[in-house]
């Protein structure tokens, strides 16, 4: 007997439920390697479909680990974007910018599972 799994994120697009992020990468070169200055150039955003939910105080210090600050987004996205999400140096949601959390010892707060990867993005200071 075959397994039939739903697919969350045709099921959301339908009822009109998913967000779009924007993700920038970008390019950083050395204006003066004296001084070592250096000046990122940020390539155009991809769009990209998903899921987003808001993830209250008491959450992210009893569900995550390390430091993350107060107003962090939790996404859920297609794992075909988790490339999109690591290499990411900005990314947007609404009129705020995040940046995906990363930890010294697990590198990045990414749990991936078999269809999709559930990712906590930190708010960004501008």
Not at 46 to 51: M, R
Not at 57 to 84: C, D, M, N, Q, R
Request: some cysteine.
């Amino acid at each position: 007997m075959s397994e039939k799994r739903i697919d969350i994120f045709k099921l959301f697009k339908n009822e009109g439920k998913l967000s779009t992020l924007y993700v920038y990468a970008s390019k950083e070169s050395v204006d003066d390697p004296y001084e070592k200055t250096t000046t990122k150039t940020y390539y155009n955003p991809l769009p990209i479909k998903c899921i987003i939910r808001q993830v209250s105080f008491e959450a992210l210090h009893w569900k995550y680990y390390g430091l993350i600050p107060v107003g962090s987004i939790e996404v859920i996205a297609e794992k075909k974007y988790l490339t999109h999400f690591r290499t990411a140096d900005k990314i947007k949601s609404g009129d705020d910018y995040f940046k995906t959390w990363k930890d010294d010892g697990k590198d990045f707060a990414i749990l991936e599972r078999p269809d999709y990867v559930v990712l906590i993005l930190a708010k960004k200071e501008l």
